[in-house]
Structure formats: structure tokens, C-alpha cells
């Protein structure tokens, strides 16, 4: 009986055995046939579930007999849902088709190749859509935040009191990055430290950030990367947008946009009204926030002469009457006292005409010319100038399904004319750059291609420049992709950088240009991208770069012994070198956006290295969203600043900057939006000073922190 009793348990744990079942499948791109690695296979009833190999092989044990439920996911494809009876017969083999529903294809065009973003050899960021819209919400009138907010990027505050501002890209200089509008530079020179404060960002499409060595692309002057603010354009369907800002700084911001095409002829038109008033949240007596009062206007015209030319013409005017300083001044309580006064004028021209001759091949012809105008005035000195520039360009693209060439030339003219300052050191100046440039970008294989550009310059002070560059895109698969790029950059001397803004450009001595040579670069990236469909509704977006760039023979700004200051350059160099870490975790409508930034700059002279001033060499950026698409909106900040080295040798802290914003959707065209910036109050003034001396003749320090402090803004959006 005992012997019998065995048998019988042995065969039952036999028959459970047989029971448990192995689930294979081979998952494949439905068009290119190619295996899909990390996709999701789960089974929900049985909460099992596992990812596919470098294969698009999955195996998961241990199945019951039955029937289930399988949910396949990867991200950008068409999510399956299975019936599938155990046992069963054999392997199973899958394919996924690409998402309806995704989102437009982001193009981008600073390569000028107008490829989609995935498809660049050139590591592009891009900020679009829905992001540019959360962004713009916190500062509608200007860009500065919009690009803060970003891993990498860092806006120095130049003016301690009107809030002048540059951009700073892996630690450089802002003096080291190019600001372009739709691939034409715009703001430069005299204008550099107001060109944040004064682009709102309602009418941009999207803005396309490089990193690292850029000057073969549109000239000198790109040695830490370039920001190209890329404009909205006529649709198929009208757009009329609004916007009404107001804030707890007693500031307003009107903005209006307009978009339509009627045939063969298209328009856009922006315009705004931007208004801040004097704001000293610590109570000392200076501004934080200026008075200012500025009126833009910028319309377009689009003609689309047939289905292969288009011409487009437009211009922007900007005029702005901004004062800080010392508060009873600008309230008119008194008759003297410190102040920055900035009266600006700028005008500038957009041309832009394309014709295609085929599918493959097309001619572009651009042009812009800027002037500004700009009256800086403090106590006992004034100093005024205007500035005209122009760039042109054309270039002619042809392209294969394995090849594609683009060549062109460049002429980019600039002229200074100072009308008042220290009439025995005229800062005024004139040059003249052309530039000859050709690229390629070549489908070496199914994962890999490579651009390759080379570009020879010669400006009318300084001479020839002779600059390669190339970029290589390795993607073995769907979730896993790999780019390193670098190149040669230069950056012709100029009086017109950070230091001298901070000076208000007074007792600067001209740049003798017979004793001085450009500034020369070296760079080199690495940047890799992953993406994983963790499991179900749960994905993962990573992104690492690291980077490496050196400047030969920096331009110093230097005092002397008559209380002068001069642009003196010594045997040395700069170098930056770090990390760029970022990631996306996506659930539902939950989104988590962690980003962190390692940078390492340091001088070198007579064989010693110090650290650069003014760099966080540490910083965090983090964003916790939750969005019900269409609906609402939800987003909480945390922003971390390590210490950085000032100019005077100290130390300044360390910060953290945290703030929530929201936005909420009603009917179908208007919308209530409501931000709290800095909740904490940050501000360099609570726990270090701005200045020494006395508040009727102050001596401004480093700004590196916030001096605005807490500060809550909100308004509607109307869009018919």
C-alpha cells in the first residue's frame, strides 16, 4: 500500500511538472525586420513578465497551463495585447508597428540637413512643445529661465541691479556661445547682455542647443556651443494665441501671436508689452528687479511662389527704457543716489528664400542686418554706441538614400561706432568674415553614420582659420544609441564680453589688434542614449555626455597701474571638461526629470592650474510633473547650485532653488496658469552680500545666486 501511495505522488508531481509551461517569442520591427531590444512582454494575471534580448528574444517559465492575457510594449511602437493558451506549440514570433499616435517629428535645421533628431549625427537638445510652453509660463517675458532649467547651461546675472544677463555653456564664457534666431546671428557684441532679457518666447517653435566645438557650423565665436531659437511659421490651420502675466514683483507681461496662411501668401505676427517694477525684496536699498518698460514687435511674410520656391521676409523692433539702483532714486523720493540706466533701440531684418530643384536637391539664400542701439548710463559716465551687423549665407544641399553634401559661403560684417564714453580710448571698431564651408553626411551601414564638415575663414583683422569638425551616430538598436563628435573652434579678440559689462564698459582700453591673436579651440564629446520599457506603463529615457573642450591663449581683462583696465593675453589656457547625466522615468501621467551636471574649469598659467570663477561645479535639476494631457497640469522643481570661486578669491555658497507650477485647461481655448518660483526664498542677499562700500557708491560683487527671491506669477492663455 505504502509503495502504491508513493507512485501516486509521484506521478501528481509529475503532471504538475508537465504544467509548467515556457513562453518564447521573437519580437521584430514590423518594416525593417530588425530584432527589438527591451521590450516588454507581461503577463498580468500571473504577474510574470520579462524584456527582450539584443535578439528580440524573450523566455519567461514557469507558465500554468490555461489561458492568458500578454501585453507587449516598447516605446515609440504599438503596444499588442494577446490571447495565448497554454500549452502551446513551438516559438512565437512578433511584429510591432510603429505608433500612430506619437508625437510629431522633431526636425531639426541648426545642421542645416533638416533631419529628424534621431537620425543627427550631431548631439542636438532640443526644447519643443508641450516643454517650451511649461517653461515659457514661468517667465513669459524673456528666455533666461528657459534655458537655466536646462542640464548644462547655466545664465550668469551680469548687473547686480538691472539683471543683465549671459549665457554660460559647460562653464565658458558666454562670450564662447552663439545666439542665432531661425540660423541667423542676431544678438551679439554690444548686445550680448540683454539679449536674454529681451526675447520673450511665445512666437518659437522650438530652441535647438549644441554643445561643444560649433564654429564650423556658422563661423567663429561657437567655441562652447550654439543656441538657435527656431520661429513658428504659417500652418494648415489659423493660430491666435494670447497671454496675460502678472506677478508678486508687481510685473506685467501682454503677448499676443498670429499665425495663418491664405494660399500662396502666409503671416506671422508677435508682438508684447513687458513692464517690471522696482522690486528690493531685502529691503537694502537696490533693486533686484529694474524698473523697465519694453514694446516689441515682429511680423513675417511668407510667399509660396509654387510647390517648390519660398521666399519669407520679416523684421523685429525691440525698444526698452530699463533703470536700477538705488530705490528712493528710481521712486523719485530723492535726487541722487546709484543707478543703471539701459535705453536700447534694436531693429533687425530676416530674409529667407528656398527653392527646391527636386526631391533631392535644393539652393537657400539668407540674410539678416541688426542694429542696436544702446545708452548705458551711471552716475558722473555715460556710454553709448551703435552696432550694425549682417550675415549672409547660401548654401546648396543635394542628398541620396547613402549620401548627402552640403556647401556654402558665409559674409558676416560688423561695425561699432562708440558716440560717448572716454573719447581717448574709442572702443569703436570694424571687420569683415568670410567663410567657405562644406559638410557631409554619409549612411556608412544600418547603424551607423557619420558627418564630417570643414569650414575656412578669414577675417579682415586677424586672418585665415582652417576648421574640421565630425560627428559619428552608432545605433545598434531601437533603444540604444551612441554619438561622439569634435572640432576645431576660434573666437576673434572683442571688448564687448562679461567683465566689460560688469564695468559698464568704462576705463576700458581699446584691444590693439596688431599684438593680439584669436583665441583657438579644441573639443570633443561623447554622448550615449538608452531607452528602456522598464515593464507595462513604466519607461526610462537616460542620456550621458561627456565632454572635453580647451581655448588657447584666452583674452584676460586685466587692471594695470592707472586704474585702466586692458586685454592682455598670456601663454596659458582654459579647459572644461565633465559630465552631462540625465533621466526620464515616465508612469501613467507621472513624469521625473533628473538631470546632473559635473564641470571641471580650471585656468592655466605658468604651469599652475586654478579654478575658473563663476562655475557651479556641481548642479542637479529636478522636475516631477504629472499632466493629464489637454487637461491640467502639475510640475514640482528642485534646482542645487555648489559653491562657486568669485572673481575677489572667496567662496560663495552653496543653494538649493525649488518652485512649483500648474496650469489648468478650461473649455476648449482658454486656460488659468499659476507658478510659485523660489519658494524658498533663495537669494544671495540672505546669506552673502552684493556689494561693499557704501549704497551711494557701491562695489558689486559676483552675482552667482538669485536676487529676486521668492516670487509667484500667474495669468490665463487664450487660443482661438
Not at 528666455?143 to 545664465?155: A, H, K, P, V, Y
Not at 518666447?201 to 567663429?220: F, H, N, W
Not at 554619438?483 to 562679461?498: H, I, S, V
Not at 601663454?571 to 572644461?576: A, H, Q, R, V
Amino acid at each position: 500500500m505504502k509503495h502504491i501511495v508513493t507512485v501516486l505522488l509521484l506521478l501528481c508531481l509529475y503532471g504538475s511538472a508537465l504544467a509548467q509551461n515556457t513562453f518564447t517569442v521573437t519580437i521584430q520591427d514590423k518594416e525593417s525586420k530588425e530584432a527589438l531590444f527591451g521590450v516588454s512582454v507581461y503577463f498580468p494575471q500571473l504577474e510574470k513578465g520579462a524584456s527582450s534580448d539584443i535578439n528580440g528574444k524573450v523566455a519567461i517559465d514557469e507558465i500554468p497551463d490555461g489561458v492568458y492575457t500578454v501585453l507587449v510594449t516598447h516605446l515609440g511602437y504599438e503596444s499588442m495585447e494577446l490571447e495565448q493558451s497554454f500549452p502551446m506549440e513551438g516559438e512565437l514570433n512578433l511584429w510591432m508597428g510603429h505608433a500612430h499616435e506619437e508625437m510629431e517629428e522633431v526636425l531639426v535645421t541648426s545642421t542645416r540637413s533638416g533631419r529628424t533628431i534621431e537620425d543627427v549625427p550631431t548631439r542636438v537638445e532640443v526644447i519643443a512643445g508641450e516643454e517650451l510652453a511649461e517653461k515659457g509660463n514661468m517667465k513669459p517675458g524673456d528666455i533666461r529661465m528657459l534655458l537655466n532649467e536646462s542640464t548644462g547651461i547655466q545664465t550668469q546675472q551680469t548687473s547686480a541691479t538691472s539683471y543683465n544677463s549671459s549665457i554660460r555653456i559647460q562653464g565658458l564664457d558666454g562670450k564662447y556661445t552663439q545666439l542665432l534666431r531661425d540660423g541667423l546671428p542676431l544678438y551679439s557684441g554690444y548686445s550680448g547682455g540683454l539679449s536674454l532679457m529681451q526675447i520673450a518666447p511665445l512666437d518659437l517653435k522650438q530652441v535647438e542647443v549644441i554643445k561643444g566645438a560649433s564654429s564650423t557650423l556658422y563661423g567663429g565665436g561657437a567655441i562652447a556651443g550654439l543656441v538657435n531659437l527656431i520661429s513658428k511659421t504659417p500652418g494648415e490651420d489659423r493660430e491666435l494665441n494670447f497671454m496675460v502675466n502678472g506677478t508678486s514683483a508687481l510685473g506685467l507681461d501682454l503677448s499676443g501671436f498670429y499665425s495663418e496662411r491664405y494660399g500662396k501668401i502666409g503671416t506671422t505676427v508677435f508682438a508684447s508689452y513687458n513692464k517690471g517694477t522696482a522690486y528690493d525684496p531685502a529691503g537694502i536699498g537696490l533693486t533686484a528687479i529694474p524698473e523697465f518698460e519694453r514694446y516689441t514687435i515682429n511680423p513675417r511674410m511668407f510667399w509660396y511662389l509654387d510647390e517648390a520656391t519660398e521666399i519669407n521676409l520679416g523684421f523685429n523692433f525691440t525698444t526698452e527704457d530699463r533703470l536700477g539702483g538705488n530705490m528712493d532714486y528710481i521712486e523719485g523720493k530723492t535726487a541722487s543716489g546709484y543707478f543703471e540706466s539701459n535705453e536700447t533701440d534694436r531693429l533687425s531684418t530676416q530674409f529667407d528664400a528656398t527653392h527646391r530643384f527636386s526631391d533631392h536637391s535644393r539652393i537657400q539664400v539668407k540674410n539678416s542686418i541688426s542694429f542696436f542701439d544702446r545708452s548705458i548710463a551711471i552716475p558722473d559716465y555715460i556710454f553709448s554706441g551703435k552696432q550694425v551687423s549682417s550675415f549672409s549665407e547660401i548654401n546648396y544641399v543635394t542628398f541620396g538614400k547613402k549620401m548627402e553634401w552640403i556647401v556654402g559661403g558665409n559674409l558676416w560684417t560688423e561695425k561699432f561706432d562708440q558716440r560717448q564714453g572716454d573719447p581717448e580710448n574709442d572702443l569703436g571698431f570694424s571687420n569683415t568674415t568670410t567663410g567657405a564651408f562644406v559638410q557631409n553626411t554619409w549612411n556608412m551601414a544600418t547603424q551607423w553614420t557619420l558627418e564630417t564638415g570643414l569650414r575656412g575663414d578669414y577675417q579682415s583683422q586677424y586672418g585665415s582659420y582652417l576648421l574640421p569638425r565630425f560627428s559619428l551616430l552608432f545605433e545598434p538598436n531601437e533603444s540604444l544609441t551612441f554619438r561622439t563628435g569634435g572640432g576645431l573652434g576660434y573666437k576673434t579678440p572683442t571688448q564687448f564680453t562679461e567683465d566689460t559689462e560688469r564695468l559698464h564698459f568704462r576705463n576700458i582700453l581699446p584691444i590693439d589688434f596688431s599684438e593680439t591673436s584669436a583665441e583657438r579651440s579644441t573639443g570633443i564629446n561623447l554622448d550615449v542614449n538608452y531607452k528602456w520599457q522598464v515593464s507595462g506603463d513604466l519607461s526610462l529615457s537616460t542620456n550621458a555626455l561627456l565632454f572635453y573642450t580647451q581655448i588657447d591663449d584666452p583674452m584676460l581683462l586685466q587692471s594695470n597701474n592707472n586704474g585702466m583696465y586692458a586685454f592682455t593675453q598670456p601663454s596659458g589656457y582654459i579647459n572644461t571638461q565633465g559630465l552631462e547625466a540625465n533621466m526620464k522615468w515616465t508612469y501613467h501621467d507621472f513624469k521625473l526629470f533628473v538631470g546632473y551636471t559635473y564641470a571641471d574649469v580650471k585656468e592655466h598659467y605658468d604651469n599652475e592650474a586654478t579654478e575658473y570663477p563663476l562655475v557651479a561645479k556641481h548642479r542637479l535639476n529636478n522636475v516631477l510633473m504629472y499632466e493629464k494631457h489637454g487637461d491640467f497640469w502639475i510640475g514640482l522643481e528642485a534646482y542645487y547650485f555648489s559653491p562657486q570661486k568669485l572673481s575677489d578669491g572667496s567662496t560663495g555658497k552653496s543653494y538649493w532653488i525649488m518652485g512649483i507650477m500648474s496650469e489648468k485647461k478650461i473649455g476648449k481655448y482658454f486656460s488659468l496658469f499659476l507658478n510659485f518660483e523660489n519658494m524658498l526664498d533663495t537669494r544671495q542677499t540672505r546669506f552673502d552680500t552684493i556689494y561693499t562700500g557704501n549704497i551711494s557708491d557701491p562695489q558689486f560683487r559676483d552675482i552667482y545666486a538669485p536676487v529676486d527671491g521668492f516670487v509667484v506669477n500667474g495669468g490665463f492663455k487664450l487660443s482661438l
